[in-house]
């Protein structure tokens, strides 16, 4: 499984970004797919996570309530879509794929920069 992110840039605080992560590869074997982040000097955490049919998902609480994750299996795509931003939210966001054999696939990640 390969998984490639896109949508990253810098917006100012209050603003919105859409995050995309596309699959390819043997995407049938995925399971639950999810986002992290990671800030400079910080460990990487998760930020949201959506399971297989995207019937479940959860979220940091940091992001509760401005945050979205979706996935779009016909298109093996998942989303995160990002309003009211901080800049604490400044990381690199990573997409994150597991499969039914429990296999963990990332993505390199793509930069988010929010503006005070």
């Known amino acids: 499984v390969q998984l490639v992110e896109s949508g990253g840039g810098l917006v100012q605080a209050g603003g919105s970004l859409r995050l995309s992560c596309a699959a390819s590869?043997?995407?049938?074997?995925?399971?639950?797919m999810g986002w992290y982040r990671q800030a400079a000097g910080k460990q990487r955490e998760l930020v949201a996570a959506i399971t297989s049919g995207g019937g479940s998902t959860n979220y940091a609480d940091s992001v509760k309530g401005r945050f979205t994750i979706s996935r779009d299996n016909a298109k093996n795509t998942m989303y995160l879509q990002m309003n009211s931003l901080r800049p604490e939210d400044t990381a690199v966001y990573f997409c994150?794929?597991?499969?039914?054999?429990?296999?963990?696939?990332w993505g390199k990640g793509t930069l988010v920069t929010v503006s005070s």
């Open positions: 590869g043997s995407t049938f074997s995925i399971n639950t």
């Open positions: 994150h794929a597991l499969s039914q054999t429990y296999m963990n696939y």
